[in-house]
DNA sequence: TTACCGTATTGATGACTGTCAATCTAAGTG
DNA sequence: CACTTAGATTGACAGTCATCAATACGGTAA
């Protein structure tokens, strides 16, 4: 049999989508980046990181945030939201109360990720 | 003379404006750090660093940056404006063209102060 | 000087976002 | 059951933002 060889093939489909620069950033990449880096690039949404992490148990209900926060509690409820879509904040529900806390590693991996962009 | 307590009159202000929590963060340095996140959170602008940063030299001029991340030669100048004024890129004009390049640490700085958010 | 080229800026536009007041849901309590 | 309380959701509004087309600026070359 004659052994076909495949692995120029896929070399050229990945030289075919990144002309130029080898490693660069794409655009998918991109954009999944930039939504995460979005949902902590608020200073509402930064102290209320702050304010989860310097908490007792490192984690509090929303009660405990409007206040220090200075906003409406339907606002704190929608940034909330938004830091958990983004994988930061874990939301556990114990009777009425709703607890946030940060996911340990989350961050870092964020800051990490943000870190490697300007590495070539 | 007598003698007026001043010391406590201050600690009692400061503790008026840090009710609960000791080390959170303020809401002038949310701001501040809000608008550097804010800078990087952009696809395109992520793009324009990890284009910058793989680029020969680790610099490179609008024209090398306008067909790969496919965008208008205004645009991409618009954001590289916010990434100058981020502290992120420095430019430099030589003739008729501008050398964009990372100003080295700025990302790292960055990404080491969303890390420290986080921690209590 | 005029002409050209690379870049910056302006104006307009559509999309997104942060905020509040009001409402709704759900879990406890009388 | 009705009532209260914590939180989520909705609708509206003002402000911001990303983008482009067009124009202005600033060197360089003819």
Redesign the pocket.
């Known amino acids: 049999m004659s052994t076909i060889q495949l692995l120029p093939l896929t070399d050229v489909s990945v030289e075919c989508c990144t002309p130029l620069d080898s490693d660069t950033l794409s655009v998918e990449d991109a954009d999944l980046l930039s ?1 995460r880096l ?1 949902a902590v ?5 930064l102290r209320l990181v702050s304010l989860v992490a310097a908490h007792a148990n490192a984690e509090a ?4 945030l ?1 206040e220090p926060l ?13 830091l ?1 879509e983004a994988g930061i904040f874990a ?1 556990e ?8 806390s940060l996911i340990p590693g989350a961050l870092g991996s964020l800051s990490a990720a943000l870190l490697v962009v300007g590495e070539k």
Do not use: F, N
């Open positions: 939504s979005k690039a608020d200073p509402a949404r209900c929303v009660c405990d409007t200075g906003l409406s509690q339907g606002t704190v409820s929608h940034h909330l939201k938004i958990v939301r529900k114990r009777g009425t109360w709703a607890y946030y």
